[in-house]
């Protein structure tokens, strides 16, 4: 099994272009999660899904927007990039009921 | 919101030490508490859980204990390995039924010194 994966891994772009940051669990997980890892932070929460079709906001998610594409595939979309924005992002998925989250391997995305 | 603190924020240990790691957390509604270890460029692996109608776990060389009064939980990592550095994290989750957001501590950098 592959697990979380994540697209793609490494990322340059330049102030106010758009991308979009996909992920795909293959482990049947209800929940999936998008997390931003900045120097000296820690992990924070940017928007997750409790289920297909449900999003909601975490604790940094100005400047983002997310979609639930279906069980397996939750995206994470930057409209207007912003330097403030480089940072390495995970994504993670997780069943209701054991709650052990899985992270992909990472996006590391600079914005210059 | 849950708030969780780590320390320290590194810790340098010869080879065959222990090493310990301390999380606080302010949620009292809190009662999942994993522990991820993140290597150089890799995401973070879960290491470790408690959940807390458990006081204390084991895996092999690692343990995981909580006290739901003080509101604190710790990583105990014995005999340890060069291949035990990393980034350790520590979580605190809550939530509602349908999801459970974890919240992360800022990490412990932990040297293992051959």
């Known amino acids: 099994n592959a697990g979380v994966t994540q697209t793609p891994k490494f990322q340059v772009l330049k102030t106010g272009q758009s991308m979009t940051l996909q992920c795909a669990q293959d482990?049947?997980?209800?929940?999936m999660y998008w997390y931003r890892q900045d120097p000296g932070m820690g992990l924070r929460l940017i928007y997750y899904?409790?289920?297909?079709?449900?999003?909601d906001k975490g604790e940094v998610p100005n400047g983002y927007n997310v979609s639930r594409l279906n069980k397996r595939e939750f995206s994470l979309r930057l409209e207007s990039a912003a330097p403030s924005q480089t940072s390495v992002y995970f994504c993670?998925?997780?069943?209701?009921?054991?709650?052990?989250?899985?992270f992909g391997q990472g996006t590391r995305l600079t914005v210059v | 919101g849950e708030n969780v603190e780590q320390h320290p924020s590194t810790l340098s240990v010869q080879e065959g030490d222990s090493a310990v790691i301390k999380c606080t957390y302010s949620?009292?509604?809190?009662?999942?508490f994993p522990w991820y270890k993140q290597e150089l460029g890799k995401g973070p692996q879960l290491i470790i859980d408690?959940?807390?109608?458990?006081g204390e776990k084991k895996d092999q060389r690692i343990a995981v204990t909580l006290n739901k009064t003080a509101k604190h939980f710790s990583l105990h990592i014995t005999e340890t390995q060069p291949e035990d550095s990393a980034v350790y994290f520590c979580?605190?989750?809550?939530?509602?039924?349908?999801?459970?957001?974890?919240?992360f501590g800022k990490g412990t950098k932990l040297s293992v010194i051959p």
């Open positions: 993670a998925s997780s069943e209701i009921r054991d709650r052990k989250a899985f």
């Open positions: 482990m049947n997980h209800n929940s």
């Open positions: 899904s409790a289920s297909e079709g449900t999003t």
């Open positions: 949620d009292s509604a809190s009662n999942y």
């Open positions: 408690i959940r807390s109608n458990v």
């Open positions: 979580a605190a989750t809550f939530g509602w039924a349908g999801s459970y957001q974890l919240t």
